[in-house]
């Protein structure tokens, strides 16, 4: 048995000898290790949303310039448009909860080095709009008219119109 063991494990190894791994990527891997970290956090106290809001504005100030300007932009657009939200980081980037869950959040372009920043919407998000909606949109500049968007997707996210 011990034999039949050994013989599979090498056999195993040499298949996997020089291949690339279709697993996660670096980023992705960092991120899951922020939210273990959030996770064990949240477990050792009760995170006020003092303590949230202080978490969201110090991983937005991590940020690189095109992507902390528009991180600040919409931390201030999000807490104007649904004053009850609860700002807390998730995987490592600025997020919005409701009632203990994420419904928004922010995605900076550099974090997976993508060619735009996103703003995101969970599950939990009141966006429902017949058989199929988007929940996440592109950034790449903050217009008055991009401003007025997010606000009212906020509003309408978290249940507040």
């Not at 034999?3 to 020089?18: D, F, H, L, P």
């Not at 937005?60 to 807390?88: C, L, N, Q, T, W």
């Amino acid at each position: 048995m011990a034999e039949r063991q050994a013989t599979q494990k090498a056999a195993t190894a040499k298949r996997s000898a020089g291949k690339a791994s279709n697993g996660f990527t670096a980023e992705e891997k960092a991120a899951m290790r922020e939210r273990a970290k959030e996770i064990k956090a949240a477990e050792r106290r009760a995170a006020s949303d003092a303590e949230g809001e202080a978490d969201v504005l110090d991983k937005i100030a991590e940020m690189g310039k095109p992507d902390r300007v528009m991180g600040e932009r919409i931390h201030a657009i999000v807490k104007a448009s649904a004053p009850g939200v609860s700002p807390r980081t998730w995987y490592g980037m600025p997020a919005y909860a409701k009632d203990g869950n994420v419904v928004c959040f922010f995605k900076p372009a550099e974090k997976f080095k993508s060619r735009y920043a996103t703003l995101g919407f969970s599950d939990k998000a009141n966006l429902d709009d017949g058989a199929m909606w988007p929940t996440e949109f592109a950034l790449t500049e903050l217009t008055a008219d991009v401003e007025s968007r997010i606000g009212a997707l906020v509003k309408r996210a978290m249940g507040e119109n």
